[in-house]
């Protein structure tokens, strides 16, 4: 059997019962963080929750070497563990329907994402359209992509979600300040007249947490501004009902 688990989306303790139960049955536990991480906490800490080893495993692994991972399933219970919810990632999906056509029978165990946790800024989950992954640009390589999927929402009066990069690895994480440089200079470049230093946007850290940060404003008043430690997203609201408008006021940090 092959077991995809989500852990969550900050640490150790967004696991749940479920997983857990399943973990302490398993007779080999793997685990991805390069697709999202959770920075509240470490494998170790994982690792004495679970009361088993991890084996860690790295984009590679699970992208070029998942047929190990799958015909080890044939004979023993295999878990799959991974930040956020595990069926997010199409890699994942990948992995999932690769096993089922080899014959592997596979369970999901679903948990909360970042999909599911922008509703804390009280914008309604149903008004987001799709969603923008914002990279690290490299000297011959700088995506504008998310800019036009900011660009359609908005045409939509739909929210973006834009998910910032990382490589754990380096442990390195992409700030909703970088995020918001790299957006005005997409703009600064295609000159379509999406987003400006006076659009307003969201940003939320360490969702998850119980101090997560949440702060509404202009990109002007924001792009300097002191979020704290990872993990950071960006959204650019698109067309706000009244209760939206409200949610925003009272649940956010308002800086502009």
């Known amino acids: 059997m092959l077991i995809l688990a989500g852990l969550g989306l900050y640490d150790e303790k967004d696991m749940t019962l479920k997983t857990l139960e399943y973990a ?25 929750v679970i009361g088993k080893k991890i084996t860690l495993l790295s984009r590679e692994d699970v992208e070029c070497r998942s047929d190990k991972l799958i015909e080890e399933s044939r004979n023993k ?16 999906v990948d992995l999932v329907i690769e096993a089922k056509k080899r014959g592997i029978d596979v369970r999901v165990i679903n948990a909360p994402s970042i999909y599911s946790a922008v509703g804390i800024t009280g914008l309604q989950i149903y008004k987001f359209g799709r969603t923008a992954s914002i990279v690290f640009p490299e000297p011959n ?5 998310p800019y036009y999927v900011i660009r ?14 990382l490589d754990s690895d380096k442990n390195r994480f992409m700030s909703a ?31 998850g947490s119980f101090k997560p940060k949440i702060v509404y404003g202009k990109i002007k008043d924001l792009i300097d501004y002191d979020f704290g430690p990872p993990l950071h997203s960006i959204i650019i609201p698109g067309k706000l009902h009244f209760m939206e408008e409200e949610a925003l006021k009272y649940l956010c940090e308002n800086i502009s």
């Open 77 to 92: 219970t295999v878990m799959f563990l991974t930040a956020g919810d595990p069926m997010v990632a199409t890699t994942h």
């Open 141 to 145: 390589y700088f995506p504008e992509t």
């Open 177 to 207: 300040n970088e995020g918001l440089k790299i957006l005005l200079e997409i703009e600064n470049r295609r000159r379509e007249n999406i987003l400006n230093e006076n659009t307003k946007v969201v940003v939320l850290a360490r969702a």
């Open 24 to 48: 302490k049955r398993a007779d080999k536990i793997y685990a991805e963080f390069y697709t999202a991480a959770l920075t509240g906490t470490t494998l170790n800490k994982i690792e004495e």
């Open 152 to 165: 359609d929402n908005l045409r939509m009066g739909l929210h973006t979600l834009c998910l910032l990069d």
